[in-house]
């Protein structure tokens, strides 16, 4: 072999390798914020587990109030029938593996932490991510900030406004990752959950990219009020704040918050509502991560798409329809000196396209279909999704 032609192998090697490293994605399912007995949940750990893995999810955040499912802790279980058969479930189904005790009628159990009961699930296809719901109050106001694969408990925050006290749960996070090394995220959880949290004290924060724009708890007003703007119209406003100071912009996410899993319905807050289909190179929590902050995911009640692109400026959206319903497509968007986000484009079927145009801040996508949603957040709601915005680059 003559040197030139050692040299065009090298180079065709490595090219080749280059190629090779760019891993090819997956769309996972997946919830970040979830209630056990470890804190105000009725559940097990590992039926909830069970359950969210069964119904095709590939991960999931158990997010417990200011706690870790780490040491001793023994639950008493609330002497009612619903939730005596509900032990009596747990117990039929994993038997030996249950440790408790029955004094005078009276069963009390210990509960499982996540490095016991973490092998029985995890593997190829599924993911328990370490989480916690950092929760912390001001008077009457709630201040609730998830911290996504979390390392050590952080625990309430404290502060002289709502805005200090978010502030310093975010910085909490970042803090810890900064010091360990390893990728975490905080996001702030349902705002309007007893409308504590203002669209000012939102837009002051700094180092946030992620917030829920869609919580299946009954309480956290999605929709607001006569006097309160729905989440919607929040990250609309947060985000037209945010471009005009070239900060980066909040992505919204669909979580369950569920609680209740022995009763169903509106006033119970049920898993199964909400989630993000996070587009990643792998089912690890660093690659998940980076996934969520790219905004390469969706966040969805029912709707599945089948494509969501930004290339050369233009947002291309294609669902994946089922037989016999509908979609309404709609990019909403703002332009420099709108006050919140409008329709700039509608359409019905299930694919649209939008050119973003230099003049808008940034536009997304809501995807509505006609198909009534099970078990709903609020009676009449039907499927959606919602993709991430953008803007012209």
């Known amino acids: 072999m003559t040197k030139k032609h ?54 999931i955040g158990l997010s417990d109030h200011n706690v870790l499912a780490s040491g001793e802790k023994w639950k008493k279980i609330t002497h009612s029938k619903l939730y005596e058969e509900g032990f009596a479930a747990y117990l039929a189904k994993y038997g030996a593996w249950v440790n408790y005790r029955s004094d005078s009628g009276r069963i009390t159990a210990r509960l499982k932490t996540l490095d016991e009961y973490r092998p029985m699930f995890e593997g190829p296809s599924f993911l328990i991510l370490k989480s916690e719901e950092i929760t912390s109050r001001l008077g009457e ?35 810890q990752r900064k010091q360990t090394g390893i990728p975490m995220i ?23 990219q992620f917030f829920e724009v869609y919580n299946g708890h009954p309480l956290v007003n999605n929709y607001g009020d006569s006097t309160h703007p729905g989440t919607e119209v929040m990250w609309d406003k947060i985000n037209i704040a945010y471009r005009l100071r070239n900060q980066p912009l909040m992505f919204g996410l669909a979580t369950d918050d569920s609680h209740n899993y022995h009763q169903l319905g509106a006033a119970y807050s049920n898993a199964g509502r909400g989630w993000v289909m996070v587009n990643a190179e792998s089912l690890e929590p660093a690659s998940l991560i980076k996934a969520l902050e790219a905004g390469d995911f969706y966040a969805s009640t029912g709707v599945t798409l089948e494509r969501i692109e930004y290339k050369n400026n233009t947002i291309h959206v294609a669902v994946r329809p089922e037989q016999g319903i509908q979609y309404i497509i ?3 968007g703002a332009k420099k000196g709108e006050a919140t ?51 012209f680059k």
């Open 341 to 391: 986000g409008v329709t700039i484009q509608k359409s019905t079927g299930p694919t649209a396209q939008f050119q973003v145009a230099k003049n808008y801040l940034f536009v997304r996508a809501r995807i509505t279909s006609t198909k009534a949603k099970p078990n709903p957040f609020q009676e009449g709601d039907f499927e959606l999704a919602w993709t991430q915005p953008v803007f």
């Open 141 to 175: 106001k709630h201040v609730h900030v998830n911290a996504t694969n979390i390392q050590e408990v952080i625990g309430a925050q404290t502060g002289t406004t709502i805005a200090e006290v978010m502030q310093h749960s975010v910085d909490a996070v970042l803090a």
């Open 186 to 208: 905080p996001h702030i959880n349902h705002p309007n959950f007893f409308y504590s949290i203002s669209i000012q004290d939102m837009i002051d924060l700094r180092g946030e």
């Open 330 to 332: 709609e990019f909403i």
């Open 6 to 59: 050692l040299v065009i192998v090298l180079c065709l090697f490595i090219a080749g390798s280059a190629i090779g490293q760019e891993k090819p994605k997956s769309w996972f399912k997946g919830n970040l914020h979830t209630h056990s007995f470890w804190s105000d949940g009725d559940e097990f750990p590992e039926m909830i587990m069970d359950w969210y893995k069964g119904h095709g999810y590939q991960f």
